[in-house]
């Protein structure tokens, strides 16, 4: 490694006292170009369905009844509950978006796994809402020649009034997909009229400005930016690929050698590749995917669609970018046996796996979600009171959850003291002791204080377990919770 | 100062001419918008300092242009909650206590408030819990000194026991011992009199004797007291002084005549009906 550098040292004398080099680089901008195509129409069609999720879900209505709202899909922060369709989601049970998230990594190293970077070349919003952006861009600045001419110009009244166009399109989708974000977390239909009339809250305003100029910003200006230098994943999925992975390739073996090919030359002797630059021309991160497989590429197949083109052109096989996996290309290079692609391996099997695993265990969960939940705590300040007639009691805080939406009435019993006497503070309670109803509204958690007593001569020594239960008066729920009764020491 | 800038012939790019030991860096240049956004976080902060409180003086510090302070934040976010609670707040005012024991909503919202006002009035002599300690009631029992309905219990918050306050709660033990009403031995009798009401010691009839004489009016034939009087039950298992000979000795010898003050003038009327209602809570009635 070291000789060649010095004969390139002797071979250019430098001057004594070299230039520091330029410790940042100035972007080089990227002018994608148009090209249609399989991979393309995929793209569009992926767009088409994800931005479409995105604005109209907000404005599905879901008939609740009275007293709850009727957007079907509705993280209401105030009032502390998730709407999804007939499923209400109260905080504690936030465990389920955990479990979503688990599953969205597991399925992104799936699809990693098999497909390379599928998830930044289709799906990611960043990719887009770029796309999006480029798709506007084009229809007013025209394609990637038109832009560089018209970036290279004075500045005139033409393209004063296409830059403005531009920025102007750009911001309006970018308050849509602000104004939209907030929709998710308040009445849609309401606030929308809200905004407009200037008596939406501080908060609305705040997260559709947020909003609006991170969209702006980040798919109209940073664009392959945010790729390269802010995504954490493009350095830590090298460890989710393998050599069975597709990818989008090259084929060296094919291509090379390059160069330049007129009609009716003979193809004998050179690569496929005619060096039409149509591949990097049409890349939206700027790059050659002939020099391989690199941390930039998002995998997005366009440079694929315009090979493709190129191919038909010429008359030679198309395909000479395609998806492939490391494993196979060698093969060809080595001119041994092909080797198919293998998606199932032991690699996709674990992340299969654990996808299904965390996708059953969530399944459960839900499946047995009790919509009566029972939570109590026991005062310890005192830890239990002795009254006049030398009895020993405990005092606890009794939470009844009822999740349904009607009004329930329970009853509340204790097992593992027999002798016990139950007594009850709160206004929802009718009657006493044992046979004691308690209400509890709908959608609310209802408190209650709890005595329980028990004679001097029944009292345990120290701690003793005790469980809880409350049983629905119509028999159709219950919910049980451990907690202790505690005598004095003796 | 970089002294030899080499080509990479891996990676073709730079090096920074950096040399330790025989490893080089590479010149990997930053994008130049990157140390923009350093800058433009360097500017943000000149203007955070010159806006908000930040640089600390002898005396104080910097104020900053808009005036701000956690303080006054602090403030604006208490009365704004204050506004918010002001509808419940009048509720409990006009309600009855008998009312805001009825309606769940008044109810959660007087416990809640109780407690809170308990931790900050209360806790120092009852507990946090309202255990209570020597002198101070323990709050969670059943046995109540001044009674333990709801409205008694308002009434000894209100006005408290044995202070100025003209409907303070006010009773008197006489010092039984030390003013000579009654000799060592006599004290003693009836220490182990008092003791017998609960099954812990014989009584002789001259205790009893002098039970009937001196402390009967108050505490009742049988030691039942009397909560009007404030006259405690001396026949169950709660001692507020300590229920051994020696406490109980000392009890009739010196009396406690022990005092609460009247809350009335440090607490607004919906504060000690909160109060009423979380003490009355905890064991009141029962």
Redesign the interface.
């Known amino acids: 490694?070291a000789s060649?550098?010095r004969q390139?040292?002797t071979a250019t004398p430098?001057p004594p006292?070299?230039e520091?080099?330029?410790?940042?680089?100035?972007?080089a901008r990227v002018y994608p170009r148009a090209v249609s195509g399989k991979w393309r129409q995929i793209k569009w069609a992926t767009l088409v369905v994800l931005l479409g999720l995105y604005y109209v879900v907000p404005w599905l209505r879901w008939d609740r009844g009275p007293g709850a709202p009727s957007q079907a899909i509705l993280i209401d922060l105030d009032h502390r509950r998730g709407w999804f369709f007939d499923v209400v989601i109260w905080p504690q049970e936030v465990y389920f978006v955990t479990g979503l998230l688990i599953l969205g990594a597991f399925g992104l190293f799936f699809a990693s796994s098999l497909f390379g970077r599928v998830w930044c070349g289709f799906t990611c919003p960043q990719t887009v809402w770029t796309d999006l952006f480029m798709w506007v861009e084009r229809m007013v600045e025209g394609d990637r020649n038109e832009r560089m001419r018209l970036d290279r110009q004075p500045m005139s009244a033409g393209k004063a009034v296409r830059k403005t166009l531009k920025h102007a399109a750009w911001l309006a989708i970018a308050a849509a997909t602000g104004g939209a974000w907030v929709f998710y977390y308040v009445d849609a239909p309401t606030t929308l009229l809200k905004i407009f009339r200037g008596e939406a809250s501080m908060e609305v305003y705040t997260f559709v400005g947020l909003f609006t100029a991170t969209t702006y910003v980040l798919a109209g200006w940073?664009r392959e930016?945010v790729c390269t230098?802010m995504c954490p994943w493009p350095r830590f999925q090298a460890a989710m690929l393998d050599e069975q992975s597709l990818i989008v390739t090259y084929q060296k073996w094919r291509g090379e050698p390059r160069g330049k090919h007129k009609a009716g030359d003979s193809w004998a002797g050179r690569g496929d590749c005619i060096d039409c630059n149509l591949c990097v021309a049409v890349c939206p991160t700027g790059i050659d995917i002939r020099d391989g497989q690199q941390i930039e590429c998002i995998g997005c197949g366009l440079c694929i669609d315009a090979c493709t083109q190129t191919m038909e052109k010429v008359g030679r096989p198309t395909g000479l970018i395609r998806w492939d996996t490391l494993a196979a290309q060698q093969a060809k290079e080595a001119r041994s046996a092909p080797v198919p692609w293998r998606p199932v391996r032991p690699r996709t099997l674990l992340y299969a796996a654990l996808l299904g695993i965390v996708a059953i265990v969530m399944l459960v969960a839900f499946a047995l979600r009790a919509d009566t939940e029972l939570t109590v705590q026991r005062?310890?300040?005192?830890n239990f009171?002795?009254?006049?007639?030398?009895d020993i009691?405990n005092?606890y805080a009794v939470k009844v959850l009822n999740k349904r939406r009607t009004p329930r009435h329970v009853h509340l019993e204790i097992d593992g003291l027999p002798s016990a006497q139950l007594?009850f503070?709160?206004?929802?309670v009718e009657g006493s002791g044992a046979t004691a109803t308690l209400s509890v509204?709908p959608d609310t958690v209802g408190?209650f204080?709890v005595?329980v007593t028990v004679p001097a001569s029944a009292a345990p020594s120290g701690a003793k377990p005790i469980t809880f239960t409350v049983r629905d008066e119509a028999g159709d729920g219950r919910a049980s919770h451990d907690a202790v009764f505690v005598g004095p020491g003796r | 100062m970089p002294t030899k800038i080499e080509k990479d012939t891996l990676s073709g790019q730079n090096t920074t001419g950096h040399e330790w030991d025989g490893v080089k860096e590479l010149n990997t240049p930053l994008p130049t918008w990157w140390v923009y956004t350093f800058y433009a976080t360097i500017v943000f902060a000149v203007v955070y300092c010159a806006l908000y409180p930040s640089w600390p003086w002898l005396t104080g510090h910097t104020q900053g242009l808009l005036g701000y302070s956690s303080r006054a934040e602090l403030r604006q976010e208490l009365s704004a909650q204050a506004k918010e609670r002001a509808s419940f707040v009048d509720r409990i005012r006009t309600a009855s206590l008998a009312d805001i024991r009825k309606d769940p909503e008044l109810f959660n919202f007087a416990m809640a408030g109780g407690r809170s006002a308990f931790q900050t009035n209360c806790m120092q002599c009852h507990g946090a819990g309202g255990g209570g300690s020597t002198g101070f009631p323990n709050l969670v029992d059943d046995d109540w000194i001044w009674g333990g309905s709801i409205d008694q219990i308002y009434a000894t918050i209100e006005h408290g026991i044995r202070n100025s306050d003209d409907k303070s709660r006010q009773s008197m033990m006489p010092r039984f011992g030390a003013d000579g009403l009654l000799t060592g031995a006599q004290v003693a009798a009836v220490t182990d009199y008092v003791l017998s009401l609960s099954g812990k010691a014989k009584a002789t009839p001259e205790g009893a004797k002098i039970y009937e004489e001196q402390c009967v009016a108050c505490h009742k034939a049988g030691g039942k007291g009397d909560q009007e009087l404030g006259a405690p039950n001396l026949a169950d298992g709660i001692w507020l002084y300590g229920g051994s000979r020696d406490a109980i000795y000392r009890s009739i010898f010196y009396a406690r005549n022990g005092s609460m003050p009247a809350w009335s003038g440090r607490l607004d009327e919906a504060t000690m009906k909160m109060l009423a209602v979380y003490v009355h809570a905890l064991g009141g009635d029962r």
């Open positions: 490694m060649p550098a390139t040292d430098r006292t070299p520091p080099p330029p410790l940042y680089a100035p972007r940073a930016q230098y005062d310890r300040n005192p009171v002795r009254l006049s007639n030398g009691r005092s007594g503070v709160g206004a929802d509204q408190t204080r005595f």
